[in-house]
């Protein structure tokens, strides 16, 4: 009796599991999490930088950024030190996303998303999007192989690329390269930015640079001299994982965290014109002809489109009747046998 009951139940889970949906990957899994709709996260430390209540997405962090060719370090940034990240392993790729709004006043060389390095290395995301990493703060004492992706020759009022609205952004560091993402959709161009080394092996080097990481910093670098200003303008969330998302789990985590997902347009193949024919009796007479066929066919293909969608309600509905009639069945199998149970045992 008992076997034939979870042999039921096995049953019914079967039909019922295509129903579920199956979440991948969420913040969860994620090394560090940030998210300021509960106030500034524990451990955080927060400098010239504040909360603000936000239309769309709540409580927001607001960085009113800092002056050009300032000195002895950032005004504007928020920041979470983490000594376990020198011990996460990161050889399956490096992964960050982050919601940002940008200001008028917002311009393309103010740091974003920074992944803090020993003495005053970075990696990070500037808001021209470009990813950037100066893994030993120009000094080789420290035992740190030297990586230096440094933008060449930056401007000072390089126009930022994130926007005034709100958007998501995903960076993925992986063997074969780096990829940046806006709203879920990827972006044609390599975002690493050229430096002393090009790009030729930086991306093995990074992630092998990950055990010098001291902590992630939101809207400035973690070092001294930067003389382009901390980031002006709202961070709603980011977190940092140690693997190489995909493009189907950085769509999820866009839709899960509040974004609309929109199907990129398709381009249907513009047809090539065909060459006009000579008006005489006998095109004329053919294309009639042609046209009776065309009209004939097209009838029959509507039948058939009409046909096939007919079958089709059909198959599906049979398909229902088939399960609810599994589920009857099974059910009433089970209410004879605990009837017969209890008669027996009379």
Avoid at 7 to 32: E, G, H, K, Q, R
Avoid at 126 to 151: F, H, Q, Y
Avoid at 225 to 234: E, I
Wanted: glycine share 8%; hydrophobic share 40%; aromatic share 8%.
């Amino acid at each position: 009796m008992k076997k034939f009951i979870a042999f039921a139940l096995a049953v019914l889970m079967i039909f019922a599991i295509p129903s579920v949906s199956v979440f991948a990957i969420s913040t969860n899994d994620a090394v560090v999490n940030i998210d300021f709709s509960k106030g500034i996260p524990d451990g955080m430390e927060v400098t010239g930088a504040e909360l603000v209540n936000d239309d769309s997405k709540g409580q927001v962090m607001s960085f009113p950024g800092s002056a050009k060719n300032k000195k002895n370090g950032s005004v504007s940034k928020a920041t979470i030190p983490m000594e376990s990240l020198a011990t996460t392993d990161f050889s399956a790729g490096i992964s960050w996303t982050v919601w940002v709004k940008g200001t008028p006043e917002t311009h393309g060389m103010q740091p974003i998303f920074t992944i803090d390095l020993t003495r005053i290395g970075y990696l990070t995301l500037l808001a021209d999007l470009v990813v950037t990493a100066n893994s030993d703060g120009n000094e080789t004492k420290w035992g740190i192989e030297r990586v230096w992706s440094d933008p060449p020759q930056p401007l000072e009022d390089e126009e930022s690329a994130i926007g005034t609205d709100w958007n998501y952004f995903t960076v993925v560091i992986k063997n074969d390269g780096v990829y940046l993402y806006k709203n879920a959709k990827l972006f044609d161009s390599n975002p690493w930015s050229a430096g002393s080394f090009g790009n030729d092996g930086m991306t093995e080097i990074m992630m092998e640079e990950m055990v010098y990481a001291t902590g992630v910093t939101l809207g400035a670098y973690n070092c001294d001299w930067w003389r382009f200003g901390d980031f002006k303008g709202f961070i709603s969330s980011a977190a940092l994982y140690n693997k190489a998302l995909s493009a189907d789990e950085i769509k999820e985590l866009f839709v899960a965290s509040g974004g609309i997902y929109e199907e990129p347009p398709t381009e249907a193949p513009t047809p090539e014109p065909t060459p006009a024919a000579p008006e005489t009796t006998e095109n004329n007479a053919n294309a009639t002809a042609a046209n009776e066929t065309t009209g004939t066919a097209a009838t029959n293909d509507n039948n058939n489109n009409s046909s096939s969608e007919g079958e089709s309600k059909v198959m599906s509905l049979q398909t229902i009747l088939i399960i609810a009639g599994a589920v009857i069945i099974v059910a009433a199998v089970i209410i004879i046998i605990v009837v017969m149970g209890k008669k027996k045992k009379k």
